[in-house]
């Protein structure tokens, strides 16, 4: 429903028709980006050949909702002409986004993911670096044994 509003707000006297999926998806997409924006994602590339390529959800989400918006600007006016409602993909986007935050504070959850590639205090112990107190400590290697 936010979709639909969103498209209605910016351009009331638009002939495009609304459906409601592609709102719904983006909301998703906006969901998922707030969840996991380290994840690698992979997609498809069609330009001049096909291609996959693999990138952070928070590059590729971020890049589509930019182009998203890009398209959008440039419709606005041309509604007659246009058959894709660009601000109902950026306004499910945005609305996914906002209610996935609003849970996480209600749930007292974390905002900000934890970025699986970043090192933690506990890797920092175990590699020898500083403890929260201030000591070193050595690094703890497993025995592996080969009999």
Excluded: C
Excluded at 24 to 36: H, K
Excluded at 54 to 75: D, N, P, T
């Amino acid at each position: 429903m936010v979709a639909t509003l969103a498209h209605f707000a910016i351009d009331p006297s638009s002939s495009t028709p609304l459906v409601g999926a592609n709102g719904a998806i983006s909301g998703v997409l906006g969901a998922y980006l707030v969840l996991y924006p380290y994840n690698r994602v992979k997609a498809l590339v069609v330009l001049y050949t096909i291609t996959v390529i693999e990138l952070r959800a928070a590059i590729l989400l971020g890049l589509w909702f930019v182009w998203q918006l890009f398209q959008g600007l440039i419709s606005l006016g041309l509604s007659s002409q246009v058959n894709v409602a660009f601000f109902a993909h950026i306004g499910g986007f945005v609305a996914g986004s906002l209610i996935l935050v609003a849970i996480k504070l209600v749930a007292h959850g974390p905002l900000k993911p934890v970025n699986p590639g970043a090192r933690t205090w506990i890797d920092a112990i175990g590699s020898g670096l500083l403890v929260p107190g201030g000591n070193r400590v050595a690094p703890v290697y497993p025995v592996l044994s080969t009999a």
